[in-house]
């Protein structure tokens, strides 16, 4: 794992760094250009109330876009409702969070949809009674009744994940996928690249493909699983970070982590010890503080009908592996030390 030419080969995919497409921008946007949203014009001085509802509050990344979103709410003296189903994943919760939010007349709503056909009669509702909507990290089956989608470009990373566990097995053998949840939008367009991205490969053969519902313990039990029915597997690809620590502990517990490469989405503190130990081969890193802080800039925007750009905003990817781990540009992305 540690090897130059591996290295080498996972370091010249890890150049790219995908580019925003819209949406939020750090210059003015006239107020002729542009996107407007749905929305109640803002009433002078008063303080606005965004909801801000997520797939889950229990791992780092919704921490970590919490805190932009919270950042942007104290920068603009908007009160930011933060909140998600439990357990994560969980659909009539969500659904019911979305329907209290909008009954309580907040003024603009921010999400992550954990299903994106479930959400669509949630979010188009909101959008009826003069709510605006900005989606984040996983959309709806509906592009045009939000106003803007600030996401990952999930299916690029999932190809990128592809073509990196590829270049670490000598683009030959067996890899799984650990995947999140079916049907949420972020999850399907990583499983999505992942697998177009195997196609280039035709001495890949993917043997496995499991949804553990985003637990821990779920990811542990179906990596054993897998393990146990190949064991000549030489790659797993985890879409998650509760599918990365999953897969690494069950790597671990069968003193495999020196063989199979492992690559996993998100950057929990774990994840960040496993690829600093070599566990992990790879981190696809996403920017969910960005996702929050841009979530919320946005639709105060919408709120107060200014113009916002375009519709669709890729948050950035970036590759981190234990070579590049410790660059200024990556230690910013990771858990502090």
């Known amino acids: 794992m540690r090897q130059g030419m591996r290295y080498a080969g ?47 509050t229990a791992n780092s990344f919704w921490k ?3 805190a932009g979103a919270e950042a942007a709410g104290k920068e603009d003296n908007v009160d930011v409702l933060f909140d998600g189903p439990n357990p ?38 909101a959008v009826k009674k003069g709510i605006p909507v900005v989606m984040v990290d996983s959309g709806i089956n509906d592009k045009d009744t939000p106003s803007c989608y600030i996401a990952t470009d999930n299916v690029k990373g999932g190809e990128l994940a592809a073509d990196n566990l590829a270049k670490s097995i000598g683009e030959k053998g067996k890899v799984a996928l650990l995947s999140m949840l079916k049907g949420a939008a972020s999850s ?18 993917l043997v496995a493909t499991q949804y553990t519902q985003n637990k821990v313990e779920t990811a542990v039990e179906q990596t054993n699983n897998i393990l146990t029915a190949n064991p000549d597997l030489a790659g797993i690809f985890s879409t998650s970070e509760a599918n990365g620590v999953g ?27 496993d690829l600093a130990d070599g566990t992990i081969l790879a981190l696809m890193v996403q920017d969910p503080y960005q996702m929050g802080y841009k979530g919320v800039k946005t639709v105060e925007k919408a709120i107060k009908k200014e113009a916002i750009g375009e519709k669709v905003l890729d948050s950035g990817l970036k590759i981190v592996t234990k070579a590049n781990m410790n660059d200024p540009d990556i230690l910013k992305l990771l858990p502090p030390k």
């Open 10 to 56: 996972i370091a010249a995919v890890a150049a790219i760094s995908l580019t925003a497409l819209g949406c939020p921008k750090d210059e003015a946007v006239p107020p002729t250009g542009g996107v407007s949203a749905p929305g109640k014009p803002a009433d002078a001085g008063k303080r606005l109330k965004i909801s801000f509802i997520v797939k889950g």
């Open 188 to 205: 399907d367009q990583r499983d999505e690249g992942f697998l177009a991205g195997l196609k280039k490969y035709p001495n890949i053969t």
């Open 88 to 125: 994560e994943g969980d659909i009539p919760n969500q659904i019911s969070l979305v329907e209290t939010q909008v009954t309580n007349k907040v003024d603009g709503l921010v999400l992550a949809a954990t299903d994106a056909n479930s959400l669509i009669k949630p979010v188009q509702e």
């Open 247 to 273: 897969a690494g502990n069950a790597l671990k517990q069968r003193k495999l982590n020196a063989k199979i490469k492992l690559i996993a989405f998100d950057t929990s503190k774990e994840e960040v010890a």
């Open 64 to 66: 970590t876009m919490q």
